[in-house]
């Protein structure tokens, strides 16, 4: 990588070193030491006094021009003995470089020793000013010297230059890197034809950068300190930043700085190509610091940083014991797109206190109840967005963040049905925030309840109705109706719901077909030798009773099923005694789908699950009439 540099002095090396001590080989006789530190330097008076106004006055304060023993002291000369060293070969005009790493600590302390034009022409402060100014242009060398400040604190500070470095960095990455020609070290920064350094004086120029992608910069800001990375973000979001940079370059951050984080093996093997923390040596107490202030850098517009790595943070931060502000913002954050999130991500383990259940199920409930309040307030301020239950059922409208929750609830309530300590009124809980409207089928939610009451054979008859309660049996698939008639572990009421439901849908389709086919058939005779058209229309004819055909198998079907359910609960007039039905069932027409003027004296099935104004009274009658009039259908 190229780098920027500017050549200062012309004379040959003099100093050499001997343990702590610095010696120059002039072969003048040492009169002037400086201590720096635990460092000693056995200089001359005269190139250091011509340049330096600090130690001018020192000399004639305390030694006197003469004397031969004098001793000076800078132990808080910014950037220790290594800087000073470059500032004595500066005073000596020997050859030395100005590069990123050590134009900091030259600056602050050429401003420590006031080395200004006033005390010599080209000094010290006049070069490091004029290098700074033209480092600037470079995004590589503005990061180094970035790195270096907190060294030379704080006169790094006093001068500007953590602040210029910020303003810097901010302009660069906020710009498109197309339109500019500073180097910048993803980009590809332009080399000499003799080596690799960019002189920025102009002997060498630099080439147009190449396109580069919007996280260029994410490796290279991740290297700063947490204090001066935090300004660098904060500047970046004052400067117009997308919120998704911001919150990538947080996350790369995080991954380099956080060892507990990048130890989650879900989130390594799903981003193998994440960085390596470096930061192995943080003690838990660091990190829980360290990531209480990356939450604090976290955009919160909803999506600017991926929900895994939300629910990632949120698992390390409970595992840190980070403080409850913390864990209540990423909860926030998550629950606002928690339509984005994955199955996987949500089984977060119970580290709490209690250890109740296996998954830390108050958790993803506070975070539901963030979606749902965010969801309805949405709602509430978009008048033209309608939720319409029949397409959603027809799969015309499009997937909506609620349906998309529910269906991600009913996994993970699957997930944790399992565990035995999970109480039935949290299963509830988290199931029925989950409003009718956004499941187009239940499966999902019978498949939760089936593993729960397997898991939990000890519940009593009235628990068991209360969570199959959270079911509506109108929208179960005919393979979950099917399984649900063979299920001893649901209540004989439910069966019942299901059973009664299929067969009224069963013969509303039949009386829609049957509805059909004589428009059709009338349409035939009207129209006559039509040509196509006709054809059409036979052809749909052929399809109608090929359907009714197959609506006719699956009635035949329940009433077998339904047959084995009596079987099983030891007759029929048990089940009748303990329903208390009525001896006469109604009857319902096929053609009208409505019931006959005797239904009025019988009760409904279950007023809370179903509107209808029917009962399902004798079950081996209503299918024997279904047959019959499936039967008259076939033949006309």
Known sequence: MARLIMRLGSKSEVFYRDGQTWLCSTGLPSDLVVEVGETVFRLHKFPLLSRSLVIANQIKDYCGVDDENCVLQFHDLPGG?????????????????????????????????????????????????????????HWTDTIKALATCEECLPYSEELHIVSRCIDSLAMKACADTGLFSWPVSECGTAQCPEGNHVL??????????????????????????????????????????????????????????LPLLCRQSSFQSRNSAAPVSTATHLSDMDQMNLLEEIVALIPTQKGATPTNFLLRLLRTSMILRARPPCQEKLERLIGAQLDQAALEDLLIPNIGYSMETLYDIDCIQRILDHFIRVDHESLNSSSSYIIDEGQLMGGSHPLTPMTMVATLVDGYLAEVAPDVNLKLPKFQSLAAVIPDYARPTNDGIYRAIDIYLKAHPWLIDSEREQICGLMNCQKLSLEAITHATQNERLPLRFIVQVLFFEQLRLRTSIAGWVFVSDNLENS?????????????????????TERISELEKDCLSMKEELEKLVKAKRGWNIFLKKFSFRSKSKTIDPKTAKPSSDSKKLKPCDSKTSTAKVSFANGSENFNKGESDLQVVKEN
Not at 524 to 544: K, L
């Open 81 to 137: 003995a290594k800087t000073f060293l470059l500032v004595a070969k500066f005073c000596y005009g020997i050859r030395l470089e100005l590069n990123a790493m050590n134009i900091v600590g030259l600056r602050c302390a050429a401003e420590y020793l006031q080395m200004s034009e006033d005390h010599g022409d080209g000094n010290l402060i006049m070069q490091t000013e004029s290098f700074l100014t033209e480092m600037f242009g």
């Open 200 to 257: 920025w004086n102009g002997i060498c120029s630099t080439a147009k950068p190449q396109t580069s992608s919007e996280d260029w910069w994410y490796a290279d800001v991740s290297f700063l300190r947490l204090p001066l990375y935090k300004r660098l973000v904060i500047a970046f979001d004052s400067s117009g930043m997308k919120p998704e940079r911001i919150a990538g370059s947080v996350v790369h951050y995080a991954k380099t700085h």
């Open 524 to 544: 035939r005779n009207s129209t006559g030798n039509n040509g196509g058209a006709v054809r059409d229309r036979f052809t749909e004819a052929d399809n109608i």
